[in-house]
C-alpha cells in the first residue's frame, strides 16, 4: 500500500490539506499526518517515497499515485528551498508526526535533557551562555544570562514562561513549532526549570491558534511522565497584542488585565506572583534543546556572525512569490532572503520595501539589502530584527498610509498604561492626515471628503513633519515598553525612504 504523508499544519488544513488526506484514504492509500517542510506556496504539498507534488488539490490524487502527476517538485530534501538552509531549530519539520513521541526520540527527542539532568544546573546555564543563545522574541537579550539571573534568586517557587503570543503581521514560526514539533518546546522549557530550579511552567498562547492550544495540550500530557517533576500547563489570552510584552503577559497569566509593568523589578527577580521568573519566546526555548545536545553548543556558537549566533527561523511573507520558513545563520543579507530564496515579489513588479519585525518594524529601502542579518547591524541602521517576519510590499503600496497604519495599530493595541503610547498613537495618526492634506492642497489634488472639516492649525506641511519626528522622539524614548516605543520605526522610515508618499 502507497504511504501518503501530508502536514496537518494548520496553513496547509487552511489550504484543503484535510480534503486532500480524505481523498488518498478514499483511494486506497495509507496517510500519515506530518509537520510541515514551511514550503508554504506549495502547500497543500504531498509526499511519497521523499518526492513531493504540490500544490495538490483533490483532482490531482490519481495522478499522484499513477505517476503522472505534472506537479512533482522532486525530492523535498533536496529542493533548493529546503538545502540551502541550515536548520536546527526546524529539524524535524516536515519528517515526523507531530504527536509522536517515538519519532520524537528516534530524531534525537529528550537526549538533552537527559544530558542536562546529568550535568547539573550550573553546567546547564553555562553552556546555553557558551552558545551565544540569544532570545527570539524580538529583543535579542542573551538567553543564559537571564537564567543565570533567576538560578541565582532565592524564592520558594520559581517559574518558567514560554511566550507563545505570536501577534507580529508576518510571523508563523512559533505557530509551527508548536503544531509540528511541541514536544521540543516542552523539553527546552524543562532544560530551562533544571536550570534554574523550577518546576512549574506555563506555555501562553493566542486564542487565534486553536490548533496550536490543541496540539500543545495533548503534548503536555503524552510526555508529563518524562518531564515530571516539572510540569507544564497551556493558558490561552484573549489575543491582545500588548500581551506579547513579557509583564503585560505575566498580569494575563495572574488573571489581571494585561498592561504592562514598570521596570524595576525585573521578571528575572519578581515575575509571575511575584517569583522569579524565566520568560522565554518558543524559538529561544525550542531551540534549547539542540544546544544541550553533546557538541551542540559549540556548534551553535560556531555559527552566525559577531554577537548574533546560531540560527534564526525567517519567516517570508507578504507579496513574495515563496512565502515559508528559512532557517539560517545570521549574517545572511535582505536581498538574497527576498530576491533569491523568496524569488521576489508575487505579482512580479518591483520590490518597494520590506518591513521586518512585524507592524514595529522598520521599512527598508531596496538600497538597505546589503544589510546583514544581525542585530547590531539592523540597531545601527534605525531598524529591527524582532521575531524574524519579513513582510514584502511592491511598488503599488503608499508608504504614507503604511506608515499612518502603524499609528492607528499602536492606538489601538496600547494598553492605556503610560500616556506617549495611548495619546501619542492617536496624535500621531492626526498628524500624519495633516501632512498628507496639506500636501495634497498644495499639489491641487483633491482630498477625501471626510478630511475637508479637517481642524487647521496654521502649520505648513514641512512643519507638521517637524512635529512628527518630535512626537515619535517622545513616543520612543518615553513609551514604558516596545509597543509605543518602536511604533516609530515604520513611521519614521516611511518619512525618510519615501517623503513623496505622504503628500499624495
Known sequence: MTTIRISDDALARACGADELAAAFEKAGASVERTSSWGMQWLEPLVEVDGKGFGPATVDDVAAILDGSSDKGIGVIAEHPFIASQQRLTFARAGK????????????????????????????????????????????????????????????????????????????????????????????????????????????????????????????????????????????AGAGAYVCGEETSLLNSLEGKRGEVRAKPPLPALKGLFGKPTVVNNVLTLAAVPHILMEGGASLYDSLGIDRSKGTMPIQLAGNIKHGGLYEVAFGITLGELVNEIGGGTQSGRPVKAVQVGGPLGAYIHPDQFDIPFDYEAYTKADALIGHAGITVFDDTADMGAMARFAMEFCAAESCGKCTPCRLGAVRGMEVIDRIRVGGRELAGVETEPQMHNMPKTGRSPDEEVQLLEDLCETMKFGSLCALGGFTPYPVMSALKHWPEDFRK
Not at 121 to 127: F, G, K, L, S, T
Not at 189 to 215: C, F, H
Open 96 to 235: 515526523t508526526r507531530p504527536l509522536s513521541l517515538d519519532d520524537y526520540e528516534a530524531t534525537g527527542g529528550w537526549s538533552g535533557l537527559k544530558r542536562a539532568r546529568a550535568m547539573g544546573p550550573e553546567a546547564i546555564v553555562e553552556e546555553v551562555l557558551s552558545s551565544g543563545l540569544r532570545g527570539r522574541g524580538g529583543a535579542g537579550f542573551p538567553a543564559g544570562i537571564k537564567w543565570k539571573t533567576v538560578a541565582g534568586a532565592q524564592a520558594d517557587q520559581k517559574y518558567i514562561v514560554c511566550n507563545a503570543d505570536e501577534g507580529d503581521s508576518g510571523t508563523f514560526a512559533d505557530r509551527m513549532v508548536m503544531e509540528g514539533d511541541p514536544f521540543a518546546l516542552i523539553e527546552g522549557m524543562a532544560i530551562a526549570g533544571e536550570a534554574v530550579g523550577a518546576t512549574k511552567g506555563y506555555v501562553y498562547l493566542r486564542s487565534e491558534y486553536p490548533d496550536a492550544i490543541d496540539k500543545m495540550e495533548k503534548a503536555v500530557r503524552a510526555s508529563a511522565h518524562i518531564v515530571a517533576p516539572f510540569v507544564c500547563e497551556i493558558r
